[in-house]
């Protein structure tokens, strides 16, 4: 049989791209190729997003595409792994284009899955029964092996990886559907972890993002200790040839939060950046939403995030029109972010997600073209602090790691001669853009600051760094 060729397609966030990044290294290690297009390929595999409406409705059509294209490729196989294939199941299955349907906790299995349905035309189901039950020791084995085995380097971003410490989730806000396709919270074991990092770092890695829906409920007792994340965020730093570590997504939540602060303070290896959603400024929407603390709450965690770490720099995520948002709790909202004053905020729009409370017990009553205003005005509020917060910059230093070609010609910069322009990012999650030279991609550098726009800095790169 010819090396069948696997084209894989990605939707949806951090811990999906870490998935496919394990799919696809375990893919080539069972004898696959893998195709940058779907007409070479003799096997599509999509890794889905359920989160969003939009990041499924995509899927959908991406599916509708293929099954058109199976009308003269009978034998092109299609898998849809990830969240929509856990959430959606045997209805998936029923697609006329798909072959396989595999859940986030069955994708070591992955491999014999395609295989079985290169060899055989045939529809297989692989997703877990019962999402919220504890996994059996066998299924946890069975991940903790893929992952280890499979933890390689981001190709795309030079010297930088991801690794996930936990998986899952138990905190059921109202709107979302991680805790019922990734299931409960699962903390990794803190040696597997380290072990992984040193492995990374041997390959060249430089910076390390330690990866969970709530990354700081990562909790792991071995034997008499108990491992926080600041536990495996100090772990980490003592690893040698690692320079910079980052966590995300941090959930607002008092327990441990000054530790990991501490640490950060401490460790000159752990960025200074926090992404820590707020979701909104209203106490009713909050409460609605089932997020178990008060924007006062929110703002003090901020607050003491910034006592002890003053240079730090922090992101948070928003949902606008949340059913029964009125005016007065989106003034909330605003007032929240004029507060928080974040580096970034990540700003979405409310769509029900089937299957989760607030689509079984409240009515979307925010209308589209109220939540596109809202949406556009919290933008708005943000920009105007993230441009402020950008100019501070203007002519000093920093200290950045290349991630590679800039995609935009963002600046006719006449500085840095014939060389491309490069993008890279500060410990603080910055992103700056300079003319160096293409070697310069998974390498730290020296940039000053020349010219800043609401979310990125402009810059040239220091002759001496
Ligand atoms: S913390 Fe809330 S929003 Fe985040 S993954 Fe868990 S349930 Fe979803």
Redesign the pocket.
């Known amino acids: 049989m010819s090396r069948k060729k696997v084209h894989v397609k990605s939707f949806g966030c951090q811990m999906n791209k870490l998935d496919t990044a394990l799919v696809t290294a375990a893919l080539q290690e069972a004898g696959f190729g893998l195709s940058e297009s779907v007409k070479e390929a003799d096997v599509v595999l999509i890794n889905t997003c359920s989160v969003r409406e939009h990041a499924e409705q995509r899927v959908l059509s991406h599916l509708g595409h293929l099954k058109h294209m199976k009308k003269s490729r009978p034998d092109l196989v299609v898998g849809v792994i990830g969240c929509m294939a856990q959430r959606l199941g045997s209805k998936l299955l029923e697609h006329e284009a798909v072959n396989i349907v595999c859940g986030p906790a069955e994708i070591p299995r992955i491999s014999k899955l395609i295989a079985g349905a290169v060899q055989e035309d045939k529809k297989t189901l692989a997703v877990t029964e019962k999402v919220r039950r504890k996994g059996s020791e066998q299924q946890n084995r069975s991940l903790e092996e893929f992952e280890s085995a499979y933890g390689i380097e981001d190709e795309r971003v030079p010297a930088q990886a991801f690794v996930r410490v936990m998986r899952g ?1 138990n ?3 109202s709107y ?1 559907v ?2 019922y396709v990734r299931g409960p919270e699962a903390s990794r074991p803190p040696k597997a972890i380290i072990e992984q990092i040193r492995k990374l770092a041997d390959h060249g890695v430089k910076q390390i993002t330690l990866l969970g ?2 990354v700081n409920s990562y909790r792991y007792k071995a034997g008499e200790r108990a491992w926080s994340l600041a536990d495996l965020l100090s772990a980490a730093s003592g690893v040698r040839g690692i320079e910079w570590l980052r966590f995300v997504t941090s ?1 607002p939540a008092e327990e441990f939060f000054e530790e990991i602060m501490q640490v950060m303070a401490e460790s000159p290896k752990v960025c200074n950046y926090l992404h820590i959603p707020a979701q909104s400024g209203s106490d009713k929407i909050l409460k609605a939403m089932n997020r178990n603390y008060t924007s006062q709450r929110y703002l003090d965690l901020l607050d003491r995030a910034r006592e002890i770490v003053p240079e730090i720099s922090i992101a948070g995520d928003f949902i606008v029109g949340f059913p029964g948002e009125t005016e007065e709790d989106f003034q909330a909202t605003v007032n929240l972010v004029e507060k928080a004053r974040y580096r970034n905020a990540f700003i979405f729009k409310y769509s029900p997600r089937p299957g989760t409370k607030s689509d079984k017990k409240l009515q979307d009553t925010v209308p589209g073209e109220v939540k596109q205003r809202r949406n556009v005005e919290l933008l708005a509020v943000q920009e105007t602090i993230s441009d402020e917060l950008s100019r501070q910059f203007l002519g000093r230093r920093v200290r950045v790691l290349v991630e590679g070609l800039s995609k935009k010609p963002h600046l006719n910069s006449t500085q840095g001669g014939n060389n491309p322009q490069l993008v890279a990012r500060t410990a603080t999650d910055y992103i700056v853009v300079f003319n160096g030279p293409e070697s310069l991609a998974g390498q730290f550098a020296e940039v000053k600051i020349t010219q800043t726009s609401p979310l990125t800095l402009f810059g040239q790169l220091m002759s001496d760094s």
């Open positions: 989730c905190n059921f806000c979302c991680v805790p829906q709530t959930y």
